[in-house]
């Protein structure tokens, strides 16, 4: 199983961990990935990195759909894969929730299935280059024919001649994206998958996969962990709670909260409903409290090297084909130490 490094987003200060990311492409990770909210950018630290590293795959998780057009993503990416020196490029993609798509992008929130489809169709096709670019969607349309239009767009074929072949991860944890994902997207970035929960996901990707006519090998599926290594593991299971809290309790409209929703799917429905309600009530402490050790436990890997040796080899049996860890310089030592000898055990017993 391939592994890869989470950068995220910037808090008040951008700090990009080079050191890091030199350390891991060393040890043989496949891929360290950028992220964005309502700050820095996913995109531009990818290219500072692509100027430092040489093989390590660069990926979004995710670029917001709501703040680019498709065309200007596909252009950007593209832009980002040529200087990067080519099949290096991961162009990961979310909806993000209606707060920050509304609030922050002034963007409608729309048919977000729809935008999705017709995002990755707009973009596949910019990069194939065949012919101008023209797409009737269902909420994307080129030309632009909507309110305001003055009816004389014109169908373009990029300048720039690009990699066709640039994967598309689409980040979706329900039952009709991900369908979708399998279907349209070369790999996806699962919302709060746990090796517990994965056998939830397989009758939906095997249908995307069976509709466009692909085989299970043509898609990746990266899912993503956090990984402390430390002996107090109560301390470290503490430490990231108010992360959790502030996702399934604030992140969103109490109504439309994909994390939320997601915790309900692990099975911490009363969990979820509790922290939603102390969290919007302002008794943040409260909420923090009520995060499960198990939930927190079942979706990281935390402990000494032994224990997360074992924990990882569920990982591995999940049927993922990569885990992106989020963690610290012992983190990425540690995880690359794990991978080798869970392989070489592997290997031995075959």
Not at 142 to 156: S, V
Not at 309 to 325: C, D, M, P, V, Y
Request: aromatic share 8%; glycine share 10%; hydrophobic share 40%.
């Amino acid at each position: 199983m391939k592994l890869g490094l989470m950068l995220g987003y910037s808090g008040a200060e951008l700090r990009i961990p080079l050191d890091d990311v030199k350390l891991a492409e060393r040890l043989g990770y496949d891929s360290v990935w950028t992220a964005e909210a309502y700050g820095s950018d996913a995109i531009t630290p990818l290219a500072f990195l692509a100027a430092h590293t040489d093989r390590i795959r660069l990926g979004t998780a995710v670029l917001q759909l709501a703040g680019r057009t498709p065309a200007n993503t596909a252009m950007a990416m593209a832009t980002l894969d040529k200087l990067a020196g080519g099949n290096r490029v991961i162009c990961g993609l979310g909806v993000s929730g209606p707060q920050i798509v509304e609030g922050w992008y002034g963007q409608p929130w729309g048919k977000p299935y729809y935008r999705l489809k017709d995002y990755v169709a707009i973009m596949k096709k910019i990069w194939a280059r065949e012919e101008p670019v023209t797409h009737d969607g269902k909420e994307i349309s080129l030309p632009y024919k909507g309110e305001g239009a003055l009816g004389i767009g014109k169908p373009l074929k990029s300048i720039l001649h690009m990699n066709p072949n640039i994967p598309v991860f689409l980040g979706t944890g329900m039952e009709a994206t991900v369908r979708m994902t399998a279907e349209v997207a070369d790999g996806w970035l699962p919302l709060g998958f746990v090796p517990e929960t994965a056998h939830l996901y397989d009758d939906w990707i095997n249908q995307g996969l069976e509709k466009a006519g692909k085989d299970a090998d043509q898609f990746e599926r990266q899912a993503m962990a956090q990984v402390r290594v430390t002996e107090d593991v109560q301390g470290a299971l503490d430490s990231m709670k108010p992360g959790i809290a502030l996702y399934v309790g604030g992140m969103g409209h109490k109504n439309i909260n994909f994390h939320k929703e997601m915790m309900v799917r692990r099975g911490f429905g009363d969990a979820a409903e509790r922290i939603q309600e102390l969290y919007l009530a302002k008794r943040k402490d409260e909420a923090i409290a009520a995060v499960p050790d198990e939930f927190v436990d079942s979706g990281a890997l935390i402990g000494p090297k032994d224990r997360i040796a074992q924990r990882f080899k569920a990982w591995e049996n999940s049927g993922i084909t990569g885990l992106t860890i989020s963690g610290n310089t012992e983190a990425i030592t540690t995880m690359a130490e794990v991978a080798r000898l869970n392989f070489a055990s592997a290997d031995a017993k075959a």
